[in-house]
Nanobody, 122 residues
Framework: QVQLVESGGGSVQTGGSLKLSCAAS????????MDWYRQAPGKDRELIAG???????RYIESVKGRFTISQDNAKNTIYLQMNNLKTEDTAVYYC????????????????WGQGTQVTVSS
């Protein structure tokens, strides 16, 4: 059974930094990659960063140059370093991992963490 546990959220002022962690158990995230999502109040959940099974990194435009996704295979953990935070980054942040069906990755069916709140104030 896959368990994803996020940590590292908090409250910061604009321009500040936070580093989120997502510890995975029951999942080899080098096999299908993992993603970070966020959901702001009143908005849909959005994919903001991902790391593919081959290590390929991707970001949405609004976080490029400010956020960095990384992974530590030995710790089964992915991270999201967030710098130069803006008020519009306020959201609940989730890590997500594609489920498996045999050796296939199900990119339309994910396991989710419980989320961690990030609040950025001016």
């Amino acid at each position: 059974q896959v368990q994803l546990v996020e940590s590292g959220g908090g409250s910061v002022q604009t321009g500040g930094s936070l580093k989120l962690s997502c510890a995975a158990s029951g999942y080899i995230f080098s096999s299908c990659g993992m993603d970070w999502y966020r959901q702001a109040p009143g908005k849909d959940r959005e994919l903001i960063a991902g790391i593919g099974y081959s290590g390929t990194l991707r970001y949405i435009e609004s976080v490029k140059g400010r956020f960095t996704i990384s992974q530590d295979n030995a710790k089964n953990t992915i991270y999201l370093q967030m710098n130069n935070l803006k008020t519009e980054d306020t959201a609940v942040y989730y890590c997500a991992a594609p489920k498996h069906s045999g050796s296939s990755c199900l990119y339309d069916d994910y396991d989710w963490g419980q989320g961690t709140q990030v609040t950025v104030s001016s």
